[in-house]
């Protein structure tokens, strides 16, 4: 079993930047590929990006390409999102999820874990 915890969410200006964290319980998290997803009024989840289990592997969605950076730090047992040149439609509820395994997945459905979400504003 693994909990997740997100943080770091807000009001930003366009341009601005943030980061979120994703804090995980247990001593497997290592053993985990990491996503981040995110939500926006009216709309499905999304993918946002992956990290594989050492780091050492990510993607990210095309919409957050060269603006957003995953990284994770095991052994702090948490995963980052770092959010540049934010645009407001980057608004949403943004979600970390961890997946067994190596590597991460496009597919939110091959995730087994969530967090609650964290509440992402960029206002115009």
């Known amino acids: 079993q693994v909990q997740l915890v997100e943080s770091g969410g807000g009001l930003v200006q366009a341009g601005g930047s943030l980061r979120l964290s994703c804090a995980a319980s247990?001593?497997?998290?290592?053993?985990?590929?990491m996503g981040w997803f995110r939500q926006a009024p009216g709309k499905e989840r999304e993918f946002v990006g992956f990290i594989g289990y050492s780091g050492g592997r990510t993607n990210y969605a095309d919409s957050v390409k060269g603006r957003f950076t995953i990284s994770r730090d095991n052994a702090k047992n948490t995963v980052y999102l770092q959010m540049n040149s934010l645009k407001p439609e980057d608004t949403a509820v943004y979600y970390c999820?961890?997946?067994?395994?190596?590597?991460?997945?496009?597919?939110?459905?091959?995730?087994?874990?969530w967090g609650q979400g964290t509440q992402v504003t960029v206002s115009s």
């Open positions: 999820a961890a997946r067994g395994g190596l590597y991460g997945s496009t597919l939110e459905d091959s995730y087994d874990y």
């Open positions: 247990g001593r497997t998290f290592s053993s985990y590929a």
